[in-house]
């Protein structure tokens, strides 16, 4: 009886905190779509994953912590060959770290 009133208690402490959490931390909640420094280390390797055999700079990032990290970048690409010329586009990739795992979810580009 005690040991199911002590789990009680610990889930009730545990959901009543989430409702009392300053804002600041509910910018890292999980789930939450920030904006995301562009020298950031992740960002890079989105976009080197993303642009392939293309330079590009990144001009807006955010990033989304699921099972993992969902990038939603924009980027100016300048191809070569038959795709030369800049393109603007907007990639979502999707990182697992821990599987060394990068996945390129979609893919627009537009030429400028």
Do not use: H
């Not at 989430?18 to 910018?27: I, N, V």
């Not at 890079?44 to 955010?62: F, G, I, K, P």
């Not at 690409?77 to 770290?97: H, I, L, W």
């Amino acid at each position: 009886m005690a040991v199911s009133w002590l789990c009680m208690c610990v889930l009730l402490s545990a959901s009543l905190s989430a409702y009392a959490m300053p804002d600041e931390d509910l910018d890292n909640a999980v789930g939450l779509i920030e904006s995301v420094d562009l020298s950031d280390e992740g960002v890079q390797n989105a976009a080197l994953y993303a642009c392939q055999n293309t330079s590009c700079t990144v001009l807006e990032a955010e990033r989304q912590v699921i099972a993992g990290f969902y990038y939603y970048l924009s980027v100016m690409t300048s191809g070569s060959g038959q795709s030369a010329g800049q393109m603007k586009c907007n990639f979502e990739v999707y990182d697992r770290p821990w599987e060394e795992s990068m996945s390129l979810e979609k893919s627009e580009c537009t030429p400028q």
